[in-house]
């Protein structure tokens, strides 16, 4: 660069100081600086854009989030699973610091750059199985999901998607209407994309059903209420996410998978929340040696720059006509350098071993806590995507208003949970991987508190 750097425009950034890595409470929460900030964001911003949490955010990194009036809590939710390396972390500052003082765009379908490409080649390489593969960038899920249905079209010459129970893919129309949930996804946003049907999910603590005979359920729903003959694609999270974290019976996916491909329908994983190293493996589909056809990415891919991704067979990727698919910002630079050095991250600092052992830590407290108390219905997930399923006592009747009042007293404790599920009755565990172990051991104390304090 030729221009001297002046203070408005000041040389490549050093990453900030890693906030101090401890649980910290100087006010109430939300503290006095964050209503203030709350009452402006009430006259400013529509209110169908709700808040879990009202503190508002000054940094964050490691396992903490600090906000403006200096509170530091800690971060169970990784922003939805999409600062899976650490909030700020050095390198993807770096990286995305360096792209973006040469150039921040110049749209890859005008003048391409060798970032995007890069990353298709990394997708390619990361994905399940070793066929050839090509990759398009989008810029979140929910138009990647898309995306992968137009392919699937293309592909087939079909018409017909299947999504199962307690799905979630997004909230654009096509995938609104592949979500399951109604409220707050669907309500009054009608009508919907057409072609679209739900089968039954595989939900082991709820169905008790093993995997193959979860499989021939579902199939049997599509074969009789869709046809295979119609079906382009069978979209499916390897584990729910928004849904309530469910794993499916051992099995379950490989049947699916292999019933798609005896009749030319595209099995399409849907790993936006589940990929790159968050539940213990690469991607959530390895756990079962499942090979999909079309994988989707997105949430964990690029530190929180907004990226995702298509990554699928090269003669299925290949059939929509040249110029069908693209986007303005898709695969733009900046989020691309952030991506490569998000990948590079996962590889040095081995994080898919560090998944694997926050996920036993996890496991293994909530399991003790839930042997001791009948309200917790079921710890499940890999890796370090790890919930509890709230119940009434020894039964599978949903207790939300518990779970709520969990969530809540965790977030007046200094610990940032998130909550999901159809019935809203479970609570999900989704930290960074740069979480300290002192941080989830206090964090774990914390809980077992609240759910003693709640009894
Ligand atoms: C979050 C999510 C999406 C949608 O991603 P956006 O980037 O919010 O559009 C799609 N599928 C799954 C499984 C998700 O968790």
């Given at each position: 660069m030729n221009t001297p750097s002046t203070a408005a425009h000041p040389p490549v950034v050093e990453a900030g100081p890693r906030p101090t890595q401890e649980r910290r409470l100087v006010t109430a929460i939300p503290g006095p600086r964050s209503q203030e900030l709350q009452r402006r964001k009430e006259r400013a911003v529509s209110r169908s854009v709700g808040t879990v949490l009202p503190v508002y955010v000054e940094a964050a990194g490691g396992g903490v989030v600090v906000d403006v009036d200096g509170n530091s809590l800690i971060d169970l939710g990784s922003g939805i699973a999409v600062t899976t390396v650490g909030n700020a972390h050095p390198r993807v500052v770096q990286a995305l610091a360096a792209q973006a003082a040469a150039f921040?765009?110049?749209?890859?379908?005008?003048?391409?750059?060798?970032g995007y490409v890069e990353v298709a080649e990394a997708l390619n390489r990361l994905t399940p199985g070793a066929h050839e593969k090509r990759s398009v960038l989008f810029n979140s899920g929910a138009e990647a999901v898309e995306n992968a249905v137009k392919i699937a079209r293309a592909h087939t010459g079909r018409q017909a998607v299947v999504t199962f129970d307690h799905a979630y893919h997004g909230r654009t129309n096509l995938t609104m209407a592949m979500t399951a949930k109604n409220m707050p996804y669907k309500h009054g946003f009608g009508p919907f994309a057409a072609e679209v049907y739900r089968a039954p999910m595989s939900y082991p603590f709820r169905d008790g059903l093993p995997g193959p005979e979860a499989a021939r359920r579902a199939l049997d729903v599509i074969d009789k209420q869709v046809g295979a003959e119609n079906l382009a694609a069978m979209v499916i999270e390897p584990i729910q996410g928004e849904g309530g974290f469910i794993v499916p019976a051992s099995g379950f996916l490989a049947a699916l998978a292999q019933w798609c491909r005896q009749h030319g329908v595209v099995f399409v994983a849907d790993e936006v929340q589940t990929g790159f190293a968050r539940t213990g493996a690469m991607f959530a589909c390895d756990h079962e040696d499942v090979v999909p056809d079309l994988v989707v990415t997105a949430k964990g891919i690029a530190g929180g720059m907004p990226l995702a991704a298509v990554t699928g067979r090269a003669e299925i990727m290949d059939a929509p006509h040249v110029g069908g698919l693209g986007g303005t910002y898709g695969g733009n630079p900046v989020a691309c350098a952030a991506a490569l050095a998000v990948l590079a991250t996962i590889e040095e600092e081995q994080l898919v071993e560090r998944a694997r052992r926050i996920g036993a830590s996890l496991t293994e407290r909530l399991t003790a806590l839930q042997a001791a108390d009948p309200r917790l219905g079921e710890v499940r997930?890999?890796?370090?995507?790890?919930?509890?399923?709230?119940?009434?006592?020894?039964?599978?009747?949903?207790d939300a208003d518990l779970t709520r009042r969990v969530a809540a007293a965790a977030h007046a404790a200094g610990l940032i949970v998130l909550t999901c599920g159809t019935w809203g009755n479970v609570l999900r565990f989704l930290p960074p991987l740069a979480m300290p172990d002192h941080l989830l051991v206090e964090a774990l104390d914390v809980l077992e508190a609240i759910f003693e304090e709640t009894r």
């Open positions: 921040t765009h110049t749209c890859f379908m005008v003048t391409p750059y060798d997930g890999r890796g370090a995507m790890i919930a509890l399923e709230v119940v009434e006592p020894g039964t599978l009747e949903p």
